[in-house]
């Protein structure tokens, strides 16, 4: 193995590991078994809009996987961050496709969508 890779992959390590931007987390194909990864996530954009029941606020971020534990990402998979592993990044995340890949990492683009119901609400109470 070369310096280079070597140097690579000790980056790549460091990139992933949970006490630098490493996110343990657990991946669900659209058809597989769940398994259990370590991402980055970074945020492009949050939307909000109202709707008939409330506010759906949409989150879009890319996600970096290690290629190592996940190969081919899909759209209509998942990522799924649990609130103890990172509160600001907690939810289900849906891979709307791959952005790209290489040998060590595959980025993903993704979105996360929460129905605010409390307006919907406050509609119907006022309405009855």
Not at 28 to 50: F, L, M, N, R, Y
Not at 86 to 108: E, H, K, N
Request: hydrophobic share 40%.
């Amino acid at each position: 193995m070369s310096i280079f890779h070597r140097e690579r992959s000790r980056l790549a390590r460091q990139f992933f590991s949970p006490s630098d931007f490493g996110i343990a987390a657990v991946f669900t194909p659209a058809s597989g078994t769940a398994v259990a990864v370590t991402c980055v996530i970074a945020e492009q954009a949050t939307t909000d809009q109202a709707g008939d029941v409330g506010v759906e606020r949409r989150r879009r971020a890319q996600i970096v996987l290690r290629t190592s534990q996940v190969a081919a990402p899909e759209r209509g998979d998942a990522v799924v961050v649990d609130a103890s592993a990172s509160p600001r990044w907690a939810g289900t995340w849906t891979i709307l496709g791959t952005a790209q890949a290489d040998d060590i990492s595959v980025t993903c683009d993704a979105e996360q969508s929460d129905v605010d119901n409390t307006a919907g609400q406050a509609r119907k109470a006022v309405e009855t």
